[in-house]
Structure formats: structure tokens, C-alpha cells
Nanobody, 128 residues
């Protein structure tokens, strides 16, 4: 049984930074794609960033490009999302997602439907 557990969310002032973590357990592999999505109140869940198993390939939403970095430590089965220069519009619940066995491509990395496993989410609140 795959489990994804997010942590690191919290309340931060605009311009601040947070690092989110997603610890995966129950299954490991060498061909997965990991991603972060977010959902703000009253809005649909949206793609934030994704990373290939090797960590050499990444994709970012335009809205966060330049402010966000996704990375992973396969020895720890953990994926990270570094959020910098946070804005009030970044306020959302951030979800980690995993697709085991998928092929990397930027368009499909952004597609919610490709991810089989999801975490419970961690709240990020940015005050102005």
C-alpha cells in the first residue's frame, strides 16, 4: 500500500519561503514521476511542479516558475518543494502525487489523471 505524507506547510508572510516534503512509503521504483499540485479555496486543483525519478527532468507551472524548485532524494524516498518569494495567491492546500511506471514528458507530467497516488495535503497560507 503506497502512502504519501506531506509536511512543511504553515503560515508565512508574503515574500517568505517554505520547504514542503513528501515522504513516500510502501513502494519504490526506478521509473516514477512525482509531482506537487495545489488547490485554493473555491478553485480546482492545479499543477505546480513535477520531477522524474532521476531528478534530471522537471516541469513547472508558469505561475510559479522561477520561485519554486522541486527536487528529490531517492535514498530517503522523499520529494521536496522549495517555495520562495511567496505571494498571497500561493495560499492553498498542497498535494503530493505519484505515478509509478509512467514515462516522462512535460505535457503528461502536468496531467492530474496520470497520478495514481495522492497524499492528504499540507496547508500553505501566505499573509499579505
Amino acid at each position: 500500500q503506497v502512502q504519501l505524507v506531506e509536511s512543511g506547510g504553515g503560515l508565512v508572510q508574503a515574500g517568505g519561503s517554505l520547504r514542503l516534503s513528501c515522504a513516500a512509503s510502501g513502494r519504490t521504483g526506478s521509473n516514477d514521476v512525482m509531482a506537487w499540485f495545489r488547490q485554493a479555496p473555491g478553485k480546482e486543483r492545479e499543477f505546480v511542479a513535477a520531477v522524474s525519478w532521476s531528478g534530471s527532468k522537471t516541469a513547472y507551472a508558469e505561475s510559479v516558475k522561477g520561485r519554486v524548485t522541486i527536487s528529490r532524494d531517492n535514498a530517503k524516498n522523499t520529494v521536496y518543494l522549495q517555495l520562495n518569494s511567496l505571494k498571497p495567491e500561493d495560499t492553498a492546500v498542497y498535494y503530493c502525487a505519484a505515478d509509478y511506471g509512467g514515462v516522462w514528458s512535460i505535457p503528461t507530467a502536468q496531467a492530474m489523471g496520470r497520478y495514481d497516488y495522492w497524499g492528504q495535503g499540507t496547508q500553505v497560507t501566505v499573509s499579505s
